[in-house]
Every structure is written in structure tokens, then in C-alpha cells.
């Protein structure tokens, strides 16, 4: 499984390379996607500042300046989701389990086109939350 | 397995150069904003203890301004605290380093003795430096 273990936090991913997928090359089609919208000179700043920020939140378990994170909408159990903000434009949503102890999910990346959370990413972050966190053990 | 991002962190000399610089960056911003949270104090009262603006502030913790060292100790006076720095390598973790083979014992006709992890140089000290 593609994840990242960091002293306090695991950072796993909800979107997985499949099976006829190099995981030596693979990267999340969400976040190939997100960083395309951004001029590529920006790229590598963008990359940078995003193992940063992830490892960061895995070794202090959260991270607190409101111009890396942002706590972004809520969950259907009430609880919040977060996005992780590499640059003014992308983000990261993700959300702690609360099934697997000590694990951050980050549910897609996305670009943002306009001031606020759309609807989709949040569709698309409840989707993953109840895919993980409902499904029968 | 390790994920992707960690993949292109290590994939060249510039992209870790680039990684360590935001990593930096990152968490002096981090540690601010950890006293600011502790001490309960906005931006707006921070810019007002340093005798600056909010924006000026809100630019040096969102990194589109470079923060300086003078403005970092500006920012811990005004928060009541003290920054603390350490350069270790990653390997010894700053454990101290033996000299032992680095300097040379003698040079220019000076000579040096070694105590320990200090050297110092024997005679002729208003040559020396």
C-alpha cells in the first residue's frame, strides 16, 4: 500500500496504483491532474512544498499555520476533513480515521477553480470516507 | 512503500535542496504559529506588539515575503520567546564532531596544540587570527 509512516501519523493515500501499475513511477492521476492546471515553472515549488507539508503533519500529527491547512467541511459522522494547501490553488483533502488508529487519509488532490470547496471535492471525500470507514470488516 | 512525494524528494540533488528549504521555512512558520496559538495571539496583535502591519506579518508566515533572521527574532521578542537553532548533520545527530586529522597542527609557522576538540594556536598570537 502507498503510504508514508512518519513518527506520529501515517499518510495513506485513497487512491492506490492497480495492479498492472509501477509503483516506482505510479503517482495519484489526481495529483498529475491538480499540479497540470499550475504553469510548470511552478512545478517543482509546488512538489517541494507539498513533502513538506506531509511531513510535517506525520511527524507532528497536524499541522497549524491557516496558510498550509485549513479545516474544510464535515464528514457525515460530524467530524471534520481538512485540506493540506501546497499552493494557493491545490489542495489535498484528507481527514484522520477513525477506524485505522494513527492514520491521515488523504481522499484526492484537486485544483480549486473558485474561492470555495465545490461540491464534488466534498462528494468525492465522503465517498472515500464512507469506502473506508463503513465498509464490513 | 514509500509514497511518491518522498520518490521525488530523492530523485535529485535540486529537489532535495528545494525540500529542505521549504522544510524550513515550514516549520519555523509551524513553531510560530504553535507560540501564537499557546499565547492566544492574532496576527493582528502580533504586527501590533512588533510596531508593524498585518499584512506585513500575514506576508512573512505565508512565505510570498522572505522572513529574515531579523525579523524572526522580532517576531519571538514581540511573542515573549526564544528561538533556539541547531545545525546538526543527519548522521550525528549533534553529537560532537572530533577534529582529529581536519586541522592541520601546524601552519604559516604557527604552531597549534590540540586539548580535546579544541585547537588552539601556542605561541605568536597576534598572528594567529
Known sequence: MLEYRGSRLTIRYCEQPSGDADPATWQPPSWQEAVNHVPAKKHNAIWAKMVARREILANKGQLRSPDYWNTEGDLPDGKPFYAIKPDTKIRAYGRYSKRYRGVFYISHFAFKKGQKLSSKNTMRVITNWRNIEEQQP | ????????????????????????????????WEAMEKEGISKTELANRMGSTKGFVSQVL????????RTLSDICFALEKRPTIAVKGESHDGEWQTLAGKVPVAANDLLYKRTGNVVSPMDHWQNAA
Open chain 2, 1 to 32: 512503500m514509500t509514497d511518491f512525494l518522498e520518490r521525488w524528494a530523492t530523485e535529485s540533488d535540486e529537489n532535495a535542496k528545494l525540500v529542505a528549504q521549504e522544510l524550513l521555512i515550514a516549520e519555523v512558520t509551524e513553531a510560530i
Open chain 2, 62 to 69: 505565508s512565505g510570498s515575503r522572505n522572513m529574515t533572521l
